[in-house]
């Protein structure tokens, strides 16, 4: 916890307009009117306080966490990568949460019910702590890509959502990490709606140093809470 660190402004060439027109429904959500800033008091300069204690020994391998009688389908893979702040400091012991659909492309929530499989043995979700120096590692499955319905045969790329809250409130980032090479992520909108200069950030690294032979592909992926080189926001 920094209660008393001082942020710079959030930099806003870094992350997606509020409505991006090609991605529909911002639209009807997106504020039109300016905003208004706040000054920062102590209740967004400090933020939730969360432990190893909160975190299982499975919560970190969705391989295994969500397992009934059979290991999930799909190709198993590593990501991992270092949390810093808007100074290129790593942020230790902050938790990191994922959400991702499956294999076949399926969310496990009840309004995911596009004709793909659900995996009775692959629920979705993770969650791990960084380490001392900032560092995070998940196995999982890779997700499949999906139809969804903002416009004639949308498909959205292979993604991963993550959630941090980082030492406080101000820092909190959601945010999507894409695969390299993925040709759909030319014909996602809400891809498409990051600056062009930001867009690489959300597309992960293939690692031959971060593969296990015979187990799992590896991709890092770094994400930095603030600042001119910050992760763009998840507009989804």
């Not at 975190?55 to 009688?69: E, F, I, Q, Y």
């Not at 770094?222 to 600042?227: E, M, Q, S």
Request: proline letters at 12%.
């Amino acid at each position: 916890m920094r209660p008393n660190t001082p942020y710079t402004p959030r930099d806003w060439d870094s992350h997606p307009p509020y409505i991006v027109p090609d991605y529909r429904s911002t639209l009807l959500r997106g504020p039109k009117k300016p905003l208004i800033p706040l000054p920062h008091s102590l209740s967004e300069l400090t933020g939730p306080v969360f432990g190893h204690d909160v975190v299982g020994p499975l919560d970190h391998d969705l391989t295994r966490n969500g397992v009934v009688n059979a290991e999930p389908l799909g190709e198993r893979i590593i990501v991992t990568g270092k949390v810093m702040d808007e100074a290129g400091r790593p942020v230790p012991h902050t938790l990191v949460e994922l959400w991702q659909a499956n294999a076949a492309g399926r969310y496990v929530h009840r309004w995911d019910q596009h004709a793909a499989p659900l995996d009775p043995n692959f629920f979705g979700g993770g969650r791990t702590m960084t380490d001392a120096e900032g560092r995070y590692r998940f196995i999982t499955i890779k997700p499949g890509a999906y139809p969804w319905g903002n416009h004639h045969n949308a498909w959205r790329p292979n993604h991963i959502h993550f959630s941090l809250f980082g030492p406080s409130f101000v820092t909190r980032l959601v945010t999507q990490m894409y695969f390299p090479g993925d040709p759909l992520l030319a014909f996602d909108p809400i891809y498409q709606g990051i600056p062009e200069s930001a867009r690489e950030r959300l597309v992960s690294r293939f690692s031959l140093d971060v593969t296990e032979p015979m187990m799992a592909l590896g991709y890092e992926f770094d994400i930095v809470l603030r600042g001119p080189r910050a992760t763009p926001i998840d507009e989804d």
